[in-house]
DNA sequence: GATCCTATTTATAACTC
DNA sequence: TGAGTTATAAATAGGAT
């Protein structure tokens, strides 16, 4: 029966907080749900508990909520970010003509060119450490995202040319 | 003052419905916010509006749990090398050693490549055929296929952290 | 543990400035 | 527009089961 108004501080008994941990949590994805049935938005939460559990929700979905994080101009992802200290995007930023040399290969980069050489994705990418891998993800939703928006493109066209 | 109760469903009046996508937006970032510090934990929103606009929120940084959710097992990256019935490996399913000599690449490949050294992803995406889009799309699967594989890897290998 | 209960705290719809 | 105010609905801490 809520004794006493929460303190906003990390909960030191453990049993208390792991109760907090899942009942808030519903709380959490509950309002918001019915923030994008009543704003007509679309939400998503991620939620990592300490020991590493995950928990997420998303409304259209979790998956395509991220995906348009990711190839939004305020993420590090997207074109237009490219901050200074932010981890290296490919595409990086400029909207204008291609630049006159290439611009250095990040290793994640210059191991995926070479893995298309030798056709051997696998042994390349069963090197990559972690960051590694965030790394590449994030650049092959990127990739995910430009071939669905190319055929995209290609239906509108030949509706219109034939 | 709360005339009555909520009903969950769109809001019909446009001034309405944005206040409340503005007012509760507020809420959720700060419930969010408390129950990253009550139980330990990592948590993150992203919130489109029905207009496209984007607001995020993630403790202790958006991009840090977009990219956590991305490598995680249980994101679009994981599900598919998850289960045995999952789609055949990769790489041609040989466990034979490498060619001695690199094979020759596909258009495909090659306008990867010089994507990828380029750091000109969209132009390269952009050019492409419908022959070619699938082709590329295949080859994002089995990346995809090899991420999670490797993330499986690295898992199984650390007892991870606290 | 999960789920129900309920006294309180918290969030917030309508309003005002 | 955006930032309070306040009466009421919603969430929830601690208990009970």
Redesign the interface.
């Known amino acids: 029966m809520v004794r006493r108004r ?1 303190e ?4 030191e008994v453990k049993a208390k ?2 109760t ?2 899942t009942k ?2 519903q ?2 994805f509950k ?2 749900q ?2 994008c ?14 020991a ?1 559990n ?1 928990f ?1 929700l ?1 409304h259209p979905s ?2 395509l ?2 995906n ?3 190839s ?1 101009p ?4 997207g ?1 237009e970010a490219a901050g200074a200290g ?2 290296r995007v ?3 930023g400029g909207a204008e003509d ?2 006159a040399e ?2 250095p ?1 990040t290793e994640t ?1 210059r191991r ?2 070479e893995a ?8 390349a ?2 090197d ?3 960051e590694e ?2 790394e ?9 995202l ?2 669905a ?3 995209k ?2 239906k509108g066209k030949s509706k219109v040319d034939g």
Chains 1, 2 share one sequence.
């Open positions: 929460v906003i501080k990390a909960i907080r792991h907090t941990f808030r949590r709380g959490l309002k918001t019915d923030y049935t009543l704003s007509d938005s679309q939400a998503a939460v991620i939620v990592f508990s300490a590493g995950f997420g998303g979790l998956n909520l991220v348009r994080y990711i939004h305020k993420s590090v992802f074109k932010g981890p490919l595409d990086g291609g630049p290439p611009l290969l980069e995926i060119v298309i050489e030798r056709k051997r994705w696998d042994s990418v069963g990559l450490v972690p891998l965030s590449l993800a994030a650049e092959v939703e990127k990739i995910k430009m071939v928006a190319r055929k493109e290609i």
